[in-house]
């Protein structure tokens, strides 16, 4: 009997604990996002304020998620009451374990918020102020289309640089044709020239026929010598 009733009051403290934990989780999840007004207001004045009321919010979280812990281990050590008390335990653990990921995910989200802050704050395009968010965002889009205009002027230029090129390509390929069409003019004027030029050619390629079944014959004769 005295189990029973150290177990009822531990599932009260557990749920009164879990409930005050899901308000606590909704205004940190507003503050972690900096939608609150009340953190909108103190961030813009003062942005340490609202990192001290962020982080003393964090510790409250943890310690009182480790306090529900604590509570349903030590409703885990009770003897057990039966399938309700073991199915209401288990879903006090799957409530402890949501908040913890919820916990986490916001101040991981925080994190991420803070960071992306903190560069935009050091490019000069921070937007935590309303007063300046409508002129920060319009130097944000007026330096991106900055970026744009160069990079079209840029394109441009590789545009014109390879036109200009395939222009000097075409004029040095109608060069060679020019060249190929005079000394085809030169060697049908001379055709003495041209003829000699064949003959020429095929002496040395008949030369080199010969040189090469010389050689070939020696080697074999060699290795006939060798072998024998």
């Not at 103190?42 to 529900?68: C, K, N, W, Y």
């Not at 090129?165 to 040095?172: F, V």
Request: charged content about 20%; glycine content about 6%.
């Amino acid at each position: 009997m005295m189990g029973v009733s150290n177990y009822d009051v531990l599932r009260k403290q557990a749920r009164h604990l879990e409930n005050e934990i899901d308000l606590k989780l909704v205004a940190f999840s507003k503050i972690g996002a900096g939608t609150s007004t009340a953190h909108n207001t103190t961030a813009d004045t003062s942005p340490l304020l609202g990192e001290h009321v962020f982080d003393s919010l964090s510790e409250e979280i943890a310690q009182m998620l480790d306090r529900l812990s604590t509570i349903n281990e030590t409703m885990s050590e009770l003897p057990a009451t039966g399938a309700a008390a073991m199915h209401t335990l288990q879903r006090h653990r799957e409530i402890l374990q949501g908040y913890r990921q919820e916990f986490n995910k916001i101040c991981a989200n925080h994190t991420t918020r803070m960071e992306r802050e903190e560069l935009l704050r050091g490019s000069g395009l921070s937007t935590n102020s309303p007063t300046n968010s409508g002129l920060s965002r319009r130097d944000m889009y007026l330096k991106e289309g900055g970026h744009v205009a160069n990079s079209n002027q840029m394109i441009n230029d590789q545009i014109n640089i390879a036109i200009e090129t395939r222009e000097h390509l075409l004029s040095q390929r109608q060069a060679f044709k020019r060249l190929q069409t005079r000394f085809n003019d030169i060697s049908n004027r001379f055709p003495l020239i041209s003829s000699l030029i064949q003959r020429i050619n095929i002496k040395k390629k008949r030369d080199s026929l010969i040189l090469g079944a010389v050689i070939a014959v020696c080697v074999f004769l060699l290795l006939l010598y060798i072998f024998n």
